[in-house]
């Protein structure tokens, strides 16, 4: 079975730019794009809860060629998945026989959307959507642990190689170049070796692509909103 045709939604900056970017990198702008406007609670709609139940984006909605469509969630799944259908693009390594390459490849999309994503998450709801029952020890605590524990090591493999996995380019760089965008957006990844990175990154025709709604978004929502999300936005 094939797909023929896939649909995002999205909503500017956030964890589903990872996947308009992969996208705008293996079809240009060949695939579907609905905006969810998340401050406008659009996510909790009956008709978007029956696509996701967890209110979020990115979701995938992938057209079968029997004509059916299935949805798609989790946008670490969605990269990890994307890239091994195009292997012509090689921006993941091949999924065949055990490889280095692929290894370190998985262990940092991973590692990407789900711990270091974890730190930034709690960051950004204790800074901007929690309201009142938002916790400056939290952010404390996750902005250290990411100071200490996370750039280092991401600033040890960009001063050997020019990407997160190597010299070239790969889907890895999608997750983590936007991390590094949400993180620089809390006052972290301050150094050159991140600007220098991400500079690397934005001279791509793809990324200019995928955050060309960049404008569209503010990281608190706007304040006549917020009360009414805080409850049960989850970030
Ligand atoms: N683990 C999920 C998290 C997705 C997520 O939480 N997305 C946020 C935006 S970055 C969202 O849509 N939040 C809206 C809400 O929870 O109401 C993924 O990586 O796809």
Redesign the pocket.
């Known amino acids: 079975m094939n797909f023929t045709r896939l649909k995002l939604y999205h ?1 500017p900056c ?3 730019a ?2 308009k970017w992969l996208l705008h990198e293996l079809l240009g702008d060949d695939f579907d794009l609905e905006v ?1 406007p ?1 401050y406008d ?1 659009a ?2 709609s009956p008709d978007y809860l029956l696509k996701n139940p ?5 979701a995938l909605e992938i057209t079968l060629e029997n004509g059916e469509s299935t949805i798609m ?6 990269v990890s998945l994307l890239a091994d259908l195009f292997p012509e693009k090689r921006l993941a390594p091949a999924p065949v026989a055990f490889s280095l390459a692929r290894m370190d490849y998985l262990q940092m999309l991973h590692f990407g ?1 789900t711990w270091m ?1 974890m730190m930034l ?1 709690q960051i ?1 709801i204790h800074t901007h959507l929690l309201g009142p029952d938002s916790d400056a020890r939290t952010i404390d605590r996750y902005k250290n642990k990411f100071v200490q524990e996370v750039e280092p090591q991401l600033s040890a493999r960009l001063e050997r190689t020019g990407f997160i996995c190597g010299d070239q380019f790969s889907a890895v760089d999608c997750v983590m170049g936007q991390n590094v965008l949400w993180a620089g957006a809390y006052g972290l990844c301050q150094d050159a070796i991140f600007s220098d990175y991400m500079g690397r990154l934005s001279q791509r025709a793809a990324f200019t692509s995928a955050f060309a709604d960049m404008g569209d978004f503010t990281l608190a929502p706007p304040a006549s909103k917020g009360a009414a ?1 805080a409850s ?4």
Do not use: I
């Open positions: 909503f956030t964890r589903s990872r996947v969810v998340l609670g996510q909790y967890n209110h979020n984006v990115p969630l989790e946008s670490g799944a969605m959307t994503d998450w950004r999300l049960h936005f989850s970030g």
